[in-house]
């Protein structure tokens, strides 16, 4: 098992540039990190329509000479080709959103830049680096306006709305991303961020490592997806917020040591969902400012060498406005099936000073706040307050390792470019049906890589039992149904646009599906891959309705089309991670039925249908962490979550969101019927704008005998 001599020694690699995984300083067990801290693209992407970082235009210097220049270009051309293509575009131009929301991505080969300067990264940008070792950018010592009393960032997530100022990134911000590259903060520069993470659906950090030194932060605000990132040094590692619009961050196999204060501080309602990370030699694990809550959510980690306290969090009943059950019962925790090593206090209450002492040893679970237990029968009951209980010793090595798998290497990717051409033909027009080019492509190769563009499909695409589908980026990498197509046109006949077969071992990456308008069969995706399998990065097309009665007028608010389904598993599962499914007027975005596969979601958005979000149907084994749902102005009855004949089940950190704009009430966010054995721990059910509308009339409620559960927010909630 690993100590926190080995980890502190896997985080120390982070200065020397990226490794698969670093010998143990202490010979004793010989054991090895789990997770590879890896270049994830050991070649170059082969994209065409992506900016190379050092082609001409954008060429790069090295030998200590000052990069930032081109790569500053480098993004500015990324966003002009993104707005050109129009891609990206959500809402056509209304609400000052810029056509093709600028998105595209830049490609960095292997190699040191040194920046001295801020780097913008644009809306839905997406910088990627590749080589046997991932591209690094040093922040030179001493660079100027690093040092004053603001902390200044070295990346930013930025919004650039057409003739509005530049901000920092919004609930109007999805995609961008900062993946396989290392960032160094240089000496001198003790005010220095080196990532200002934000943005609402999409946006990742992943594959990096973050030394920052003697600098202030190393990720501060928070969006989506932190994966695979190992962070040292600084201040503090993670400075969170609550993402845009609200929503949770799932923070998912890294690495936070060698924090001066705090491995993370939660700010303004924070809502992290920690899973597989270790957070090692700092003063504390976890701290909350004071008078904030913070929803946190911590399963699989270990917590090594914190020296004052793993938790440090707001006394629930001294919030200000504690009064009001709603604010007091949002500070939740939930921190299971962990290892806690050399840490005298597992939870500090910072107004009060109550300790919770801590031991060597594997937690089972330690809350805080209100727990409801045999919820919706006879026997429910409440308890409020600290419950800590130890399991039995977990190795730690088995317990950090990751169930995500690995891209193919890039060598082994095929560009469905190189297949159309070596047909005789082009894809990518937007106006031709490329569907035969891309079965071909995926019934003779294993794996098929997507550039940026757009492609039509007229029926489904048909993947094998290994068949991988990679693009780079799901907003400027879309597989497109023709319009009115009569093969998607029965609704009684479901038929996805992407199927995977049965017992798959399937990886489907950073695509954007989009099944059009007059489609009412239509499917984005039929996923009946088995428990290998991972289908990550994916968006469905941005779809707003009004009903029928309501004329057209707001903005993004004009479709008229019906589909079926959007995400589609059949039986299947594996990882699902960072989906958005926003295909609005569909009869649902997620509908899983008849999956008793092993399975875990993760930081996966479901939004904006007209009558549920996620419904399951004879389902278990299921763990939803990070499920975040929303319905829109005219959304009111569109329930967050259904189970029918459900059974094993957890949920960790929901969001279940009602927007301010919403015209009614709704009894119930999750309705269950024939279910048992379901667990949510950590929950956001209401807001305080029209409480009357935007508060769930009930958590739960079962649907056979009416028992209902009132407390929109609370710690635990068991159903058995």
């Known amino acids: ?62 030998d200590g000479i000052d990069d930032t220049a081109a790569v500053r270009a480098a993004v500015d051309e990324a966003s002009r080709r993104g707005i050109a293509n129009k891609l990206g575009d959500i809402l056509g131009g209304v609400r ?83 993946i396989n590259v290392d960032i160094a903060i240089g000496a001198g520069n003790p005010r220095a961020i080196a990532v200002r993470f934000g943005g609402a659906q999409l946006c990742i950090l992943q594959d990096l490592d973050i030394d920052t030194g003697d600098g202030w932060a190393s990720i501060d605000h928070n969006a989506n997806l932190i994966q695979r990132v190992r962070v040292r040094g600084g201040a503090v590692g993670l400075n969170a917020f ?26 303004n309602d924070a809502k992290l969902v920690i899973v597989r990370t270790v957070l090692a030699d700092a003063l504390r694990g976890v701290e909350c400012v004071p008078g904030q809550f913070v929803h946190l959510y911590l399963q699989d980690c270990l917590l090594d060498g914190l020296t004052d306290t793993a938790v440090l969090m707001n006394d629930s009943e001294l919030l200000p406005g504690a009064t009001n059950p709603l604010i007091r019962n949002s500070n939740q925790l939930n ?33 805080y706040g209100v727990r409801i237990s045999n919820a919706l029968s006879s026997r429910e009951s409440r308890t409020d307050g600290v419950q800590l209980s130890y399991d039995w010793h977990r190795d730690v090595f088995d317990m950090l390792r990751s169930d995500v798998p690995d ?22 027009s937007g106006t031709a049906d490329d569907l035969d080019v891309f079965q071909a492509a995926v019934d003779r190769h294993e794996t098929v890589f997507v550039p940026i563009g757009e492609y039509l499909l007229s029926g489904t695409l048909r993947l094998r039992k290994h068949s991988n589908l990679i693009g780079l980026h799901p907003r400027q990498t879309w597989l497109r149904t023709p319009d ?13 646009l992407v199927e995977t077969p049965p017992n798959g071992r399937n990886i489907v990456t950073g695509l954007g599906l989009d099944t059009a308008r007059n489609t009412a069969g239509s499917v984005n995706i039929s996923w009946q891959s088995g428990r290998d399998s991972y289908l990550a990065d994916i968006t469905t097309q941005f779809v ?42 569909a009869d649902n975005g997620l509908l899983v039925e008849h999956s008793t596969v092993p399975t875990r979601v993760y930081e996966v958005s479901v939004e904006h249908h007209q009558y549920r979000e996620v419904v399951l149907r004879h389902v278990a084994n299921w763990e939803f962490l990070g499920l975040q749902t929303e319905d829109h102005i005219y959304g009111w009855q569109s329930q967050a979550v259904e189970l029918d004949h459900c059974r094993d089940l957890l949920f960790g950190n929901s969001v279940f969101f009602r927007v301010a704009t919403v015209l009614g009430p709704s009894p119930y966010g999750v309705g269950l019927r024939d279910s048992r054995n379901i ?26 005998t009416g028992r209902t559960v009132p407390d929109p927010e609370f710690t635990l909630l068991e159903i058995r």
């Open 484 to 496: 009115g197509t009569p093969y998607f046109g029965d609704p009684h006949r479901p038929r996805a």
């Open 679 to 704: 667990v949510f721990r950590g929950n956001r059910g209401y807001r305080d704008k029209t409480p009357e509308f935007t508060q769930w009339g009930a958590a739960a409620a079962d649907l056979r």
């Open 544 to 585: 707003k309705w009004h009903p029928e009665e309501v004329a057209s007028g707001d903005p993004g608010y004009t479709y008229k089309g019906i589909h079926k389904y959007g995400v589609w598993v059949r039986g299947g599962g594996g990882v699902l991670s960072n989906v958005w499914s926003a295909n609005g007027w």
């Open 242 to 267: 609550a993402a845009s619009a609200g929503w949770q961050t799932t923070v998912l196999d890294c690495r936070f040591t060698g924090q001066r204060e705090t491995a993370i501080r939660t700010n």
């Open 1 to 62: 098992m690993l100590s926190r001599r080995q980890f502190t020694g896997l985080a120390a690699g982070a200065v020397a540039g990226s490794v698969v995984s670093a010998t143990i300083p202490a010979a004793a067990t010989g054991d090895r990190d789990p997770v590879r801290f890896a270049s994830a693209y050991t070649a170059r992407p082969p994209d065409p329509r992506a900016v190379l970082l050092g082609s001409p235009g954008f060429e790069v210097h090295g």
């Open 407 to 428: 891209l193919p290497p890039v060598s082994s990717w095929v560009s469905i470019t190189e297949v159309a051409a070596r047909m005789g033909r082009t894809v990518g």
């Open 335 to 367: 921190l299971v099936d962990s290892v806690v090593r050399r840490t005298p206090t597992l939870l500090t209450r910072g107004q009060s000073g109550t300790r919770t002492p801590g031991r060597d040893g594997a937690v089972r679970e330690l809350t």
């Open 96 to 178: 000052d959103f810029p056509l093709g929301d600028g998105g595209g991505v830049v490609l960095v080969p292997p190699g040191t830049y040194l920046l001295t300067g801020p780097i913008d990264v644009h809306d839905s940008v997406r910088i990627i680096g590749y080589g046997g070792r991932r591209p690094r950018f040093v922040l030179a010592d001493n660079s100027p306006g690093y040092a004053g009393t603001a902390p200044r960032d070295v990346f930013a997530f930025r919004r650039r709305p057409v003739g509005g100022p530049v901000t920092y990134a919004n609930n109007d911000t999805f995609g961008s991303g900062l």
